[in-house]
């Protein structure tokens, strides 16, 4: 089942099942900067990043939408991160679009920024909370679940 049938779709906007609105709630209360507005399923870019980078984020986010999967971009967290997206249901929370950066350099100069329990790795050492993309790679539904 697609996260969209959860969810009742009004024209542009996506109306979220009570679970899945306290899911956000919660996240945001908990983790999310709150001097800063952070509409839902609204792409917001950054000049400093590449175009290869922005044209990723709006493709996994086209996606998203497509999939009635609630996101935001560029959302200033409590720890100071600024996740690429930020999925607080169904998937992992965060999905970081890498361009000129590498996963070392994340894993070096921005994983120990965020929240401990964001850190976690599967056995398999993968980090449960993150999803990575390659800018330049054409992005693809099964990449992202």
Known sequence: MRASDK???????MKLSPADQKTVNDFMRNYVDRSYKTPMNA???SAEHT?????????????LLKEGIPFYTEV???????????C???????IEVLSSETMQMFE????HKYPEEFQK???S?????FIFIRAEKDIQKEDLF
């Open 7 to 13: 969810h009742t779709r009004r024209s542009d906007c």
């Open 43 to 45: 792409v917001r870019l």
């Open 51 to 63: 175009d290869a980078h922005r044209v990723a984020i709006f493709n996994v986010c086209n996606i």
């Open 76 to 86: 200033r967290l409590s720890c100071g991160c600024i996740p690429d997206i930020v």
């Open 88 to 94: 607080p249901t169904h998937i992992s929370p965060f």
């Open 108 to 111: 070096d100069l921005k994983l």
């Open 121 to 123: 790795r599967s056995t």
């Open 125 to 129: 050492g993968k980090l449960k909370s």
